[in-house]
């Protein structure tokens, strides 16, 4: 049972115009979002975060929006770049009170950007 | 960058033999994670390790095994590889994550593995 979906394989966005990447989650007791970026041959990069008692969290470009009655969560980026392209990994944690935090991930949705 | 390396970087083997992937990270994390990166399915945690000789299972260990005996290395193990364990295999590390704040992981280069 997927905990965290991302229902589009991929993507395709004009450079400049705004990419939006939406996941969807069903576990109410994850309380931390995070979206990371993969590149091929490369691990994932952090991209930005977001608690669960927020709705939105911008850092640049990435702006991350949760609505949490939905168990919803997108990140949009403006302008889009043609660094962008890449698969983009929803994940979110369960705090387990260890200190470590073993993420749940999507699998993921592949952004292109087009001249 | 994080320094964290992955060795080998690709490996071929057969079913039935025993395969070890090394993580080492120069960041002094205490917390160091073991992913697997399958078509369709993501990324899924293997094992985790919040220490020295401190690890537990995560939501697919089966067929895998851990040790840590130093901050910078994690080992992950196949003890007898099956093809079904054909993946990328990523490392992950981190601070101590809180209730109120979840710590970005850093992830190493990974690991292609395939079994033949």
């Known amino acids: 049972d997927q905990q965290v979906k991302q229902n589009s394989p991929s993507l395709s966005v004009q450079e400049g115009r705004i990419s939006i990447l939406n996941c969807d989650y069903t576990?109410?007791?994850?309380?931390?979002f995070l979206w990371y970026k993969k590149y091929p041959a490369e691990g994932p990069t952090f991209l930005i975060s977001?608690?669960?008692?927020?709705d939105k969290n911008e850092d640049g470009r990435f702006t991350v929006f949760l609505n949490k009655s939905a168990k919803h969560l997108s990140l949009h980026i403006v302008p889009s770049q043609p660094g962008d392209s890449a698969v983009y990994f929803c994940?979110?944690?369960?705090?387990?009170?260890?200190?470590?935090?073993?993420?749940?991930f999507g699998k993921g949705t592949h952004l292109i950007i087009q001249p | 960058d994080a320094g964290i390396t992955q060795s080998p970087r690709h490996k071929v083997t057969e079913t039935g033999t025993p395969v070890t992937l090394r993580c080492h990270q120069t960041?002094?994390?205490?917390?160091m994670y073991w992913y697997r990166q399958d078509p369709g399915h993501g990324l899924r945690l293997i094992h985790y390790?919040?220490?020295?000789?401190?690890?537990d299972k995560g939501e697919v260990s089966d067929g895998y095994s851990v040790s840590r005996s130093k901050t910078e290395d994690f080992l992950l193990t196949l003890e007898s590889a099956t093809s079904s364990q054909t993946s990328v295999y990523f490392c992950?590390?981190?601070?101590?994550?809180?209730?109120?704040?979840?710590?970005?992981?850093?992830f190493g280069p990974g690991t292609r593995l395939t079994v033949l």
């Open positions: 390790s919040y220490g020295v000789k401190d690890t």
């Open positions: 992950a590390i981190s601070e101590l994550a809180t209730r109120l704040a979840a710590n970005e992981q850093f």
């Open positions: 994940a979110a944690r369960m705090y387990s009170g260890g200190g470590a935090d073993g993420l749940t």
């Open positions: 576990n109410s007791m994850f309380d931390y």
């Open positions: 977001i608690s669960s008692i927020k």
């Open positions: 960041e002094n994390h205490r917390y």
